[in-house]
């Protein structure tokens, strides 16, 4: 009935030429996704910052928004910047409303959330 | 538009995690039959996909040889939908999720999902029964009228 959580890992060059991690997600992002999210994480993890691409996601709850979390809490551990862009209205509202804005600059597309870095 | 007012939709569940995309996409069918904005209409998708997910997991305890039971009531200016579990219900509300906390490890990561259903539609109640079998979430969303003629 879910969809299952992909997760792939690109890189792309910041401003100043520096490598940026992209954790590109698709499908749905819920309690079932913990491997595939947060296994990506750890290949990125201490690493420099990092972007979410969640422009192909269908689907996100509350589980989905714990593993976000969780991505969060190991980034402001190790230091590493977090941006994501490529929500839908809804869900750039439902990540502002609870608070994940704070930590991770929420932005339309690649582009500006590689310029905010 | 189609005449939806009067109306009743029921949904029954197994208490198997992904079955709430079943409730949530038949909430947005009678919504959108309704005339609800788009915008709405993902409030209301999240709000009673939460409120299915803590009925399999929390009321059901994930025990599928219960069922979810959802029942959708429309009437002319708003959509009322009923989320029934086999559980004992709340006792009281969880506090308000506080990002700094979950993100510095003082407060469970999870936990989002009776704040998010109180913030995206326009009345949220849990009701307990009296002997404890059966409790439900009763949630509102109500069509805005203004700008209309």
């Known amino acids: 009935m879910q969809t299952e959580t992909r997760t792939t890992i690109d890189r792309t060059a910041g401003a100043s030429g520096a490598a940026i991690a992209v954790l590109r997600f698709s499908g749905d992002i819920s309690s079932t996704s913990k491997d595939s999210v947060l296994g990506a994480w750890q290949n990125v993890s201490g690493s420099g910052p990092v972007l979410l691409d969640f422009s192909k996601v269908d689907y996100i709850n509350s589980s989905g928004i714990a593993l976000i979390i969780q991505m969060l809490m190991e980034a402001d551990k190790s230091g590493q910047k977090v941006a994501a862009f490529g929500l839908t209205p809804h869900f750039q509202k439902v990540f502002t409303m609870v608070g994940i804005g704070k930590y991770a600059g929420l932005h339309k597309d690649q582009e500006a959330a590689v310029a905010s870095m | ?149």
């Open chain 2, 1 to 149: 538009m189609v005449a939806t007012a009067g109306t009743s939709v029921e949904v029954r569940l197994p208490s198997r995690l992904g079955f709430e995309k079943v409730a949530m996409g038949t909430a947005a069918s009678v919504a959108q039959l309704m005339g609800f904005p788009a915008e709405r209409i993902e409030d209301l998708k999240t709000a009673v996909a939460e409120a299915c997910i803590n009925a399999i997991e929390h009321g059901n305890q994930l025990n599928e040889k219960l069922s979810v039971g959802v029942i959708l009531s429309a009437s002319d200016d708003q959509l009322e939908v009923k989320v029934v579990d086999n559980g004992a219900g709340i006792s009281k509300q969880p506090p308000k999720p506080d990002i700094d906390r979950k993100v510095h490890g003082q407060e469970d990561p999870r936990g989002m999902g009776m704040f998010l259903i109180q913030a995206l539609v326009d009345e949220a109640e849990w009701v307990r029964d009296s002997i404890g079998k059966h409790s439900y979430v009763r949630l509102v969303i109500r069509l805005d009228k203004e700008g209309e003629d």
